[in-house]
Nanobody, 122 residues
Framework: QVQLVESGGGLVQAGGSLRLSCEVS????????MGWFRQAPDEERTFVGI???????SYADSVKGRFTISRDNAKNTAYLQMNNLKAEDTAVYYC????????????????RGQGTRVTISS
């Protein structure tokens, strides 16, 4: 059974950086686009960004220029590098895998992780 396992969350000061990882366990990543979402307390889960199989990427305006998605197909792992973190980035971050189709909604993705918590202190 293919699963996504996130790691790398934690507590960091505003202005700092953090890198999240998402490992595709029990399968291969090469045929999936890898997306990231986040859900702040009492808010809906929202799209953060996606990296397609070919390497192109797209980001939400709120993180553009600060967050970068990368992927290492040999390691079956995708990454979310987060720089210049702000208090409003505090959320549970989720990765998800998409074979094709729309990509802005959590429900669009065939595989979804359990999340890792990121807390930014101001």
């Amino acid at each position: 059974q293919v699963q996504l396992v996130e790691s790398g969350g934690g507590l960091v000061q505003a202005g700092g950086s953090l890198r999240l990882s998402c490992e595709v366990s029990g399968g291969t990543m090469w045929n999936y686009a890898m997306g990231w979402f986040r859900q702040a307390p009492d808010e809906e889960r929202t799209f953060v960004g996606i990296m397609w199989n070919g390497g192109s990427s797209s980001y939400a305006d709120s993180v553009k220029g600060r967050f970068t998605i990368s992927r290492d197909n040999a390691k079956n792992t995708a990454y979310l590098q987060m720089n210049n973190l702000k208090a409003e980035d505090t959320a549970v971050y989720y990765c998800a895998a998409l074979e094709n189709g729309q990509h802005l909604k959590w429900e669009d993705y065939e595989l979804r992780g359990q999340g890792t918590r990121v807390t930014i202190s101001s």
